[in-house]
């Protein structure tokens, strides 16, 4: 029902940043929360950040809090991720989803994006 893309991911030295977009599309108008979730190869989906549609309410994992910062701009569809003083653990797809609640399980979001890959040097 909604469609979503990511962009922006790439490599980077340990210590960079970055910042992910994701598009929104399609059947958004019930829409109400955003996420940010990344998986590595062999690992389970591990929640980053959700932001609520209306209201820009966010909601942080503890690895992401103080570090990644979630943002969206409703006028453009778009919802974005800034990374801060990446390490390689945080190699990994990222992936944007949407549902209608803001919450940490990806089972809560019924819409994702193909990921976007993101590599940290060492």
């Known amino acids: 029902q909604v469609q979503l893309a990511e962009s922006g991911g790439r490599w980077v030295p340990a210590g960079g940043s970055l910042r992910l977009s994701c598009v929104v599309s399609?059947?958004?108008?019930?829409?109400?929360?955003l996420a940010w979730f990344r998986q590595a190869p062999g690992k389970d989906r591990e929640f980053l950040a959700a932001?609520?549609?209306?209201?820009?309410?966010?909601l942080y994992s503890d690895a992401a809090q103080g570090r990644f910062t979630i943002n969206r701009d409703n006028a453009k569809h778009t919802v974005w991720l800034e990374m801060n003083s990446l390490n390689p653990e945080d190699t990994a797809v990222y992936l944007c989803a949407a549902g209608s609640y803001m919450r940490r399980s990806p089972d809560e979001y019924g819409d994702w994006g193909q990921g976007t890959q993101v590599t940290v040097g060492q």
């Open positions: 399609g059947r958004t108008y019930d829409m109400a929360a």
């Open positions: 932001i609520r549609w209306i209201g820009g309410r966010t």
